[in-house]
């Protein structure tokens, strides 16, 4: 059974920094793409980044280009996204998804995880 789980999420002053990990388990990572969604109150659930199967490729939306790094370690089985200079409008619940399609930019993702909070303030 896959299974993702976010952590690292929390409260942060604007211009801060948190770095969000997503371990994986119940899947072989090295043949997932993998990606970072987010969603805040009343809005849709945005694409943030996504990474190819071992890394070699990066896509960042437009708004977090920039500040927000994403990165894995097939070998733990971990993604990791490591977000600095922190706005309010950052605010959501942050996602990690998992597909095997090599670098997926669309919310077309198999595997989800439960999201974990990131709250930026002023």
């Known amino acids: 059974q896959v299974q993702l789980v976010e952590s690292g999420g929390g409260l942060v002053q604007a211009g801060g920094s948190l770095r969000l990990s997503c371990a994986a388990s119940?899947?072989?990572?090295?043949?997932?793409?993998l990606g970072w969604f987010r969603q805040a109150p009343g809005k849709e659930r945005e694409f943030v980044a996504a990474?190819?199967?071992?890394?070699?490729?990066?896509y960042y939306a437009d708004s977090v280009k920039g500040r927000f790094t994403i990165s894995r370690v097939n070998a733990k089985k971990t993604m990791y996204l490591q977000m600095n200079g922190l706005k309010p409008d950052d605010t959501a619940v942050y996602y990690c998804?998992?597909?095997?399609?090599?670098?997926?930019?669309?919310?077309?993702?198999?595997?989800w995880g439960q999201g974990t909070q990131v709250t930026v303030s002023s």
């Open positions: 998804a998992a597909d095997q399609v090599y670098l997926l930019t669309t919310a077309e993702y198999d595997y």
């Open positions: 119940g899947l072989t990572l090295s043949r997932y793409g």
């Open positions: 990474i190819s199967y071992n890394g070699d490729h990066t």
